[in-house]
């Protein structure tokens, strides 16, 4: 028996087992892309446009946040910070210049400017301490900036947040294409006009900075990076200056959060501290990485389009459940949609519990950072 575990061209049990696993993480993550590239043909109302554009924003979110905590082993309560200074500055300067493209751009650049600066000095200061401390800095800095966010009523427009105007390409009411009659030409039962352009503008988006992402942490960047990860004592000693690749990479994912952030605000056309910068968007992202796997982009991808799904679609479902068992003792109660939070604990409990490094992480034979 130990002799068969050797023979030439036998391949491990367990190594099969793997790759059949990355096997199927790739084709659920394509059937997730496919989903979202043709969403408003497949989806065409306005609800299930919000959940595809709202996965697509925050696939960029939480895969640059697995950038610290999966390949870096940096744990952050920053990240939502990172995201609204995109977010807000998008909307102050969509507000103030009014609709034009020339406002997202400038806008954004000066709240990707401000990320930068920040997760520099954040950076530079506190990431030579030990993990516990860092994270209580960030968490400090995001407690800050959601109180400024509040205060600040006359540039943020406080509790009660703020509306703008997009360009008018991404109006519903600007056809893209116009038939024989003047209307906007369809294409499956869909009309081509700005709604369409303006989902198509945060989808496009998103997936490039996903492939950024991708390239990234296979570049030798990434590598070291994942050194760190396993061993930062040895990662010095061999000499790779840790507090600047730290530095390096808390920067690149503050940029990319804020770019998220600009996607986010334009979609929405409202910008507020609850959307952009809660700590429950905090523990979101936290809870979809640690459902995709950590250490895994694709993962990301899985986490976020598992746990938007539910947020969005599991009191229907468990609506139509209560429906279902009207008849029966104790169901419709224990399925009552009002509960829909205990079933999402629920599953998450049993998701952690069969798939310990993520469900892309454990299928992939990944075992996450130690």
Sequence with gaps: MANAAILPGAVPAVSRRHQAGRFLVYAVVLAIGLALAFAPFLFPDVRAQEVAARICVFVVLVASYDLLIGYTGIVSFAHTMFFGLGAYGAAIALKAMGPGFDAIAFGGALGVLAAIV??????????????????????????????LASQLSAITGG???????????????????TGEDGKALRLFGVALNGRVAHYYFVFVSSFLLFLVMLRIVASPLGTVLQAIRENEMRAEAIGYRVVAYRTAIFCIAAVIAALAGILRA???????????????????????????????LYGAVIGVAVMTLAQYYLKDVMAAGTAATADLPLLPDLLNPDRWLFWLGLVFILLVYFFPAGIAGTLMGKGGHK
Excluded: C, H, N
């Excluded at 920040?118 to 800095?141: D, E, N, P, Q, Y």
């Excluded at 509790?159 to 294409?177: I, K, N, Y």
């Excluded at 936290?286 to 250490?295: S, T």
């Design 159 to 177: 509790e009660d947040g703020m509306t703008f105007s997009v360009p008018r390409p991404f109006s519903p009411a600007q056809p893209l294409v």
């Design 118 to 147: 920040l997760a520099v000095l954040i950076g530079l200061l506190s990431l030579r301490v030990k993990a516990i401390f860092f994270a209580m800095v960030t968490l400090a800095a995001a407690s800050v900036m959601m109180v």
């Design 266 to 296: 334009v979609w929405l056309k409202y910008t507020g501290p609850d959307v952009v910068l809660s700590f429950d968007i905090m523990l979101d992202i936290l809870l979809m990485v640690v459902i995709g796997g950590m250490g895994t």
